[in-house]
């Protein structure tokens, strides 16, 4: 369930206002404990304006080869088409990441 910035303020502030203990009132509304401090955190950091929602930061893949080595392995793979992807691994193109 996503949540507009307004309904996760107004639930930060129930929860506030709440006589209730923080679990009791997140248990009656349905939201994690867990979204709920991840919320707060953001809230208390940042203001109301950092409950919007946001695009996650792109994730690197550790194993994603740099495209001039990506090109150097192609272009030996074209050229020798005989050679099983291990031999090509051991003819010798650095892989020295830039």
């Given at each position: 369930m996503r949540c507009a910035a307004a309904e996760k303020l107004e639930i930060i502030r129930l929860v506030e206002q709440s006589s209730l203990s923080v679990r009791r009132t997140l248990a009656q509304l349905g939201i994690p404990r867990s979204?709920?401090?991840a919320w707060y955190?953001?809230?208390?950091a940042r203001g109301a304006g950092a409950l919007e929602d946001c695009q996650p930061a792109p994730r690197r893949v550790w194993n994603k080869l740099p495209d001039t080595v990506a090109g150097a392995v192609l272009e030996l793979a074209l050229k020798e088409p005989a050679l099983?992807?291990?031999?090509?691994d051991l003819s010798g193109i650095s892989c020295v990441s830039s």
């Amino acid at each position: 369930m996503r949540c507009a910035a307004a309904e996760k303020l107004e639930i930060i502030r129930l929860v506030e206002q709440s006589s209730l203990s923080v679990r009791r009132t997140l248990a009656q509304l349905g939201i994690p404990r867990s979204t709920f401090y991840a919320w707060y955190k953001r809230y208390l950091a940042r203001g109301a304006g950092a409950l919007e929602d946001c695009q996650p930061a792109p994730r690197r893949v550790w194993n994603k080869l740099p495209d001039t080595v990506a090109g150097a392995v192609l272009e030996l793979a074209l050229k020798e088409p005989a050679l099983s992807p291990r031999e090509l691994d051991l003819s010798g193109i650095s892989c020295v990441s830039s």
